[in-house]
Every structure is written in C-alpha cells, then in structure tokens.
Nanobody, 119 residues
Framework: QVQLVESGGGLVQAGGSLRLSCAASGHSFSSYTMGWFRQASGKEREFVAFISWSGTSTLYADSVKGRFTISRDNAKNTVYLEMNSLKPEDTALYYC????????????WGQGTQVTVSS
C-alpha cells in the first residue's frame, strides 16, 4: 500500500517554472514506477511523464517534452516534476501515480495539486 501526496502547485505567469513534488508513504517506494498525469477543467485526464524504478528510464507526453523533467529520489520516497517554460495550456490539476509494473494501469493515486498558468 502506498499513499501519495502532491505539493508545489500554484499560480505562475506564462514562461515561468514550478517544481511539483510527490511524497510517498508506505514501504518499498523503489518497487514502484511512477507517473505524473494532469486533468484540465472539462477535459479527460492525460499522461504527462513516467519514470522507472531506478530513474534511468523516462517518458514524456509530446506536449511537455523538452520543457518538463521527471526525477525521483528513492532515499526520500519522492518523485518530482520540474516544469519550465510553462504555458496557459499547462493549467490543470496534476496527479502523481504509482504502480508495481512498468506498464498497465496505475494502482495508487494522489489527490492532486493545482497548477495555473496565466497569460
């Protein structure tokens, strides 16, 4: 069982940066692959980024590639999402998620942190 708590969201101007954090409680954090997702108002939740157990493998949605960076610190049970060159279309509720496998549905979800980018 893993509990996930996101933080770091807020209001930022276009072109600005934010770093989201997702703290995991429970055991064996390094056993989980982690993902970030987002859901804008009136839209479906979409994939943002993925990181493997050790952090050596990452994947990004095309819409954020080159601007966002996912990383993890297994010693701190935390995964991060560094977001640069933010755009108004990045405005959404951002969630982190965990799963034991490298593919398939995620098993655990956080409550989300709001990111709002003003133009």
């Amino acid at each position: 069982q893993v509990q996930l708590v996101e933080s770091g969201g807020g209001l930022v101007q276009a072109g600005g940066s934010l770093r989201l954090s997702c703290a995991a409680s429970g055991h064996s954090f390094s056993s989980y692959t982690m993902g970030w997702f987002r859901q804008a108002s009136g839209k479906e939740r979409e994939f943002v980024a993925f990181i493997s157990w050790s952090g050596t493998s990452t994947l990004y949605a095309d819409s954020v590639k080159g601007r966002f960076t996912i990383s993890r610190d297994n010693a701190k049970n935390t995964v991060y999402l560094e977001m640069n060159s933010l755009k108004p279309e990045d405005t959404a509720l951002y969630y982190c998620a965990a799963r034991l496998s490298s593919h398939g549905p995620y098993d655990y979800w956080g409550q989300g942190t709001q990111v709002t980018v003003s133009s």
